[in-house]
C-alpha cells in the first residue's frame, strides 16, 4: 500500500497474468488512491452509457458526452497508479472531434468494461489476501500457538485465599 488511503492492489490478484519475477523483484505497484471517487465516475460513466443507447443523441448532445468522456478520464487518471494510468491511456480511443453516436457508445462501453474488470482484479485481490491469512491462522492453529486472545490478569495459583 502506497498511502493510508491506497486500498487495493490488482496486481496480486492478477498474478496468473503477470510473469514471474525473481524474489526480491520489486513488482508495478497497481493501486488505487481515492476508491470512492473511482466508484463515482464508474457509476457515472455506466448511467452515461445506457443513456445513450436509449436516446438519438445530436451533435451538441455528443459534443458535451465527448467533453464528460474525456474529463472523465483525466479524473480517473488521478486516482490511478502509473502502471493502471497507462493501461487506461492504451486502451482510451482519442476523440478529436466531435464523435459519431456509435463512436462514442464504443469508447464508453469500453471504459465501463475496463473498469469492471478492475474491479474484479481488486476483488480478486482481496479474496486472495483473505486466503492466505486464513491458511496463515490455520496454520497456526495447526503447530498450537496461542490463539493471541487478549491478555489478562493473571490468575492466581492455589485455592481461595484467606478472607474468604
Given at each position: 500500500m502506497e498511502t493510508e488511503k491506497t486500498t487495493g492492489q490488482a496486481s496480486e490478484g492478477d498474478a496468473l497474468s503477470q510473469p514471474q519475477r525473481p524474489?526480491?523483484?520489486p513488482g508495478p505497484q497497481e493501486a488505487i488512491t481515492e476508491?470512492?471517487?473511482l466508484l463515482r465516475i464508474a457509476t457515472m460513466v455506466r448511467e452515461l452509457l445506457e443513456e445513450t443507447r436509449q436516446a438519438t443523441i445530436d451533435e451538441p448532445g455528443r459534443a458535451r458526452l465527448r467533453e464528460i468522456y474525456l474529463r472523465s478520464f483525466?479524473?480517473?487518471?488521478?486516482?490511478?497508479?502509473?502502471?493502471?494510468?497507462?493501461?487506461?491511456?492504451?486502451?482510451?480511443?482519442?476523440?478529436d472531434a466531435v464523435p459519431t453516436e456509435s463512436e462514442i457508445?464504443?469508447?464508453?462501453?469500453?471504459?465501463?468494461g475496463w473498469l469492471e474488470g478492475l474491479f474484479h482484479g481488486i476483488q480478486a485481490a482481496l479474496f486472495s489476501q483473505q486466503a492466505a491469512a486464513r491458511a496463515q491462522f490455520e496454520e497456526l492453529r495447526r503447530r498450537g500457538l496461542p490463539g493471541g486472545g487478549p491478555p489478562g490478569p493473571p490468575q492466581p495459583q492455589g485455592g481461595p485465599g484467606a478472607y474468604l
Open positions: 524474489q526480491g523483484t476508491p470512492a471517487k483525466d479524473e480517473l487518471r488521478e486516482v490511478l497508479s502509473p502502471d493502471l494510468q497507462q493501461e487506461l491511456a492504451e486502451l482510451v480511443p482519442p476523440m457508445r464504443v469508447a464508453q462501453a469500453q471504459l465501463v
